[in-house]
């Protein structure tokens, strides 16, 4: 089990901030309430399972309005709290290494793409190199990671 945090740009004139997370069959696994809930974050209090996939919402209070995000006509948000598996390989990895295309790649295998796009587009941005072998091959530049 594991305390997720949740990050969000703050709304103008908001006086609170409520986050709710669900499971993926909509049952409410969390909501904190709107008075406890910092301007821009929260740290989950309660514990979510690892390996499994929520979605989130955070609904912002502007002059007694309510406005929700992401919007009930958009995409949900879903996000995943790795295995005991990918959290071993991933600590693994930083403990290594800081390196953004190594990082980036252990997104990419686990499915965390935009995570995955922002450290192999680092990595790109800085001329990095990798090894394989006794071989050195420059990083530079980056197709589509869909």
């Not at 997370?21 to 740290?43: F, I, P, Q, Y």
């Not at 309510?66 to 996000?79: C, K, N, T």
């Not at 680092?122 to 090894?131: E, G, H, L």
Request: charge should be positive.
């Amino acid at each position: 089990m594991t305390e997720p945090a949740f990050v969000w740009q703050s709304i103008e004139r908001a006086t609170s901030y409520q986050v709710q997370v669900a499971d993926l069959n909509g049952h409410e696994v969390l909501k904190k309430s709107k008075s406890l809930v910092e301007r821009d974050k929260m740290v989950s209090t309660q514990s979510l399972k690892r390996g499994s996939i929520y979605t989130w919402t955070v609904t912002a209070i502007v002059q007694g309005n309510e406005i929700a995000s992401p919007a009930s006509s958009a995409s949900e948000v879903r996000f995943k709290i790795l295995d005991e598996r990918d959290l071993e390989t991933l600590q693994r990895v930083q403990s290594v290494s800081n390196s953004h295309l190594l990082l980036g790649l252990f997104y990419c295998q686990s499915r965390f793409n935009g995570r995955c796009r922002e450290r192999v587009s680092r990595a790109s941005s800085r001329k990095s190199s990798f090894f394989v072998g006794s071989q050195t091959i420059p990083f530079r530049s980056v197709k589509a990671l869909e």
